[in-house]
Each structure stands twice: as C-alpha cells, then as structure tokens.
C-alpha cells in the first residue's frame, strides 16, 4: 500500500501492521497443530488487543508473564486451557488470578514459587498444574541480553538440581506436576541448542519416570529468529517437524511459545524526517520517531532497516538515523547510506515484535499510534496517547 497516501490522513510516527502477514505465520505453526501440539503465542512481543483477538481466533493459546497480560488475553476471548504462566517472579495476586481463570499450568521458575503456589491452590481448595522450568545451560548466539538458557541467568532452574525440586513439588499436596519446560533465548537462527537441550531435557523425563513422576507435556519455549539483515534463520516447518520428531517416541505434547516469530517481520514504524543536520564528523537524520518509540537499537544494537518512503534526487549520504530524545543513545540506526529530504517519510522495518510494546512516555512524549491493514482497510487498534493521558494519573 501507498504508505505517503496513508500518511497524509495520519499523524506520525505510528505502528501500521499487516493482518495478512500475521495469519500466514500463525498458520505456519497452526497447520502443524496435532492434538500433541500446542502453540501459545508469548504475549510479550506484541500485546494489542486486537491482534491478541486476531490470534485467539485462530485457534492459538498464550504464554503469559503477569496479571496484566492474562487479563488481556482473557479479554482477547483466549480458551484459558491453553494458557500457560511464565516468569520468574510472580505475586500472589497473580497466581490467584491465574487459578481464577482456570490456566493449562504454571511455568515454575524456583522452589519459593512452587511453595507460593501450592499455598494459593490449597487456600481455593484447588490444584494446580505445574511444569518446572529447567536450565538446560545451553548457549545460544544472541545478543547477551536476551539469552537465557547459561547458568548465569536468572530464569529456569539449574539443570543439576531439577530432579530434586520434582521430587519436591511431588510432596505438595495441591500440585499436580505435568510437564518439563526450557527458553533459551531469543532470535535464534540455528537448531543445534534446541536439540542440545531436548537431549537433557529426554534424560531429565527418564530420571524422573524412574521416580515414578510421569510427564506429559514437554514446552520448549519461543525464540525463533526472524530475518532482520542477512540472517541465515530457520525455516519455522523444519524447526517445528524437527522438535515433534525428536520427541515422537515420547508419545508426549508438546508446547511452543513463538513470539517474535509471529508478529515481528508484520509492522512498520513510519516517521517524519524533521531536520537535517550536519556537522564535521557526521551527517544526521533527525527523525519524529526515537527511542521512547522503539527502543530496540540501542538497548540490544539491534539492526532494522530503515528506507525512505520515496527516493528523492537529494544526494546519497552516510546518516545516523536518531530521535528527538536528549540522550545520545536516541538513534534508530547508525551509518546508514540514505537519500533524503526533510519531511520525507522513512519506515523501520520489521518493528511488529518488541517494538510498541517496548515503547515509554520518556521525554513526555505520547505513545504512537496502531494501525493494522485488514482486508485492504487501515484499521485503527490504538489510538495516540494524548497529553492529558498521560499526566492523568499524576497529583
Ligand atoms: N517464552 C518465554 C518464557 C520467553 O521469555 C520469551 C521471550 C518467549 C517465550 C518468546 O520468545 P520469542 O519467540 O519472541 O523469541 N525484547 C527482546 C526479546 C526478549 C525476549 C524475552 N522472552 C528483543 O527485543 O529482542
């Protein structure tokens, strides 16, 4: 679509998403869907209503991480059999919501959580599903940040003491121990680590049958890397088949929590070019999009593509891309070879994952707008923040 036309009814910058990007990759997962599979959507990447709505209709299920994020997909119309509950620290305000509601089962990531829930099952005269979250220390190449599965990090629990907290979380009384759950990070563009934890995981589950704790779901996390440059990433059938194969002799189900691999190669985020400013070391792009906007570039140097709307006759230059925001660490992209002109409109691409979510008031600036494109309709699903929004809950 003729992303100036749009832009002339539409104040910048904005999110714009496609619905029909977002359905092929949903049915990318959805027709490997067996009754031993399950794939819930990690509502972390991308948490608008409507396209929590949107996926909730076809058929997925959630991976949520707080009370909020519950909340919305119970508002989403989501089958709360399908919802799992992630994270590390979860109140006990959250664990009630979450029994209240009904969910598939607790992502447990410590011995204190498994005791907090057991607490609040049997205060509500209920059980609760649990799967442990094992630490498989497998190490993945990704950004630092958003890598999880080595020792060091806070998420999971360290594979060595695994069978001990089963044997523990056998003894509860208002627990009902279901499955094994790893994530290992985030943006993966190879199978190995995958695989390398589903052999410890296999052990773990072998260990544990001898126990007498018998299994039945193995959920191995999101993840899947998207193509944001020059990527090799994998190709979403051939991670799906590989992982059901790996585990068929288990006769067990299997969960996935994709989410980047859903929603972050369907959104743009169209701004404004306001200045253009040149000095002895660099030229820059000054954009009305920053970091409060997208945050992604500086916190993990993530590259996106930035393209002008048009290409003008304006002679081809080295920029740094950046924001109106006063920290050096505003920019959206560095030395990036661009011909524009001022109020020339440029796209970030591949912003559907992490992006608004990912999005402050910082500056006082009002949180952008989200359109998606549905049936060649540009839809409002978010309107702006507007001044008074944001300072409303402020004495
Ligand atoms: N499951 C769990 C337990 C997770 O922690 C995550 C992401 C996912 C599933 C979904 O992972 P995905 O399929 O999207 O890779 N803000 C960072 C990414 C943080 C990922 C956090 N956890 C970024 O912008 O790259």
Redesign the pocket.
């Given at each position: 679509m003729d992303i100036d036309e749009i832009s002339s009814n539409l104040e910048t910058p904005y999110y714009l998403y496609s619905e029909n990007l977002i359905k092929e990759n949903i049915n990318s997962y959805m027709k490997h869907a067996t009754k031993h599979t399950l794939f819930c959507y990690?509502v972390?990447?991308n948490s608008n209503l409507s396209i929590l709505k949107l996926i909730a209709s076809m058929g997925m299920g959630f991976?949520v991480v707080s009370k909020g994020e519950l909340y919305r997909v119970m508002k989403a119309g989501a089958d709360s059999k399908k919802i799992v509950y992630?994270g590390v620290g979860k109140r006990k305000d959250e664990i009630k919501f979450a029994l209240e509601c009904g969910i598939l089962c607790f992502n447990v990531e410590s011995e204190g959580e498994l005791h907090a829930i057991n607490e609040q099952a049997s205060l509500m005269e209920c059980v609760a599903n649990v799967s442990i979250r094992v630490n498989p220390d497998v190490a993945v190449e990704t950004h630092p940040y958003?890598s999880?599965g080595l020792k060091e990090n806070k998420f999971g629990i360290p594979y060595k003491d695994a069978l001990e907290i089963y044997l523990k979380a056998s003894q509860l009384k208002s627990l009902n121990i279901t499955g094994v759950d790893f994530?290992i990070g985030?943006?993966i563009t190879t199978i190995e680590p995958y695989l390398d934890s589903l052999k410890s995981i296999k052990s773990l589950i072998a260990e544990l049958e001898k126990k007498g704790i018998s299994i039945s779901h193995i959920d191995v996390?999101?993840?899947?890397g998207i193509k944001y440059q020059d990527e090799n990433i994998i190709n979403k059938d051939f991670f799906i088949s590989t992982i059901v194969s790996e585990l068929k002799d288990l006769n067990i189900m299997i969960l996935f929590?994709?989410?980047?691999?859903i929603v972050g190669d369907c959104g743009i985020l169209v701004s404004r070019v306001q200045y253009v400013k040149e000095s002895d070391e660099k030229s820059f792009l000054i954009l009305d999009a920053s970091m409060s906007e997208l945050i992604?570039p500086p916190l993990?140097n993530?590259h996106h593509n930035i393209t002008a709307v048009h290409r003008t006759d304006a002679v081809k230059k080295n920029y740094d891309v950046v924001g109106p925001v006063c920290e050096s660490a505003d920019f959206l992209g560095k030395n990036r070879l661009m011909n524009v002109n001022v109020s020339d409109l440029v796209i970030i691409e591949d912003v559907g994952?992490?992006g608004f979510v990912?999005s402050s008031n910082y500056n006082t600036r009002p949180k952008p707008a989200e359109y998606i494109i549905s049936n060649g309709n540009i839809n409002e699903i978010r309107s702006a923040d507007t001044l008074d929004q944001i300072l409303a809950n402020e004495l």
């Open positions: 990690s972390k990447a991976d992630s958003i999880t994530h985030s943006q996390g999101g993840g899947l929590e994709p989410g980047r691999s992604r993990y993530a994952a992490y990912l």
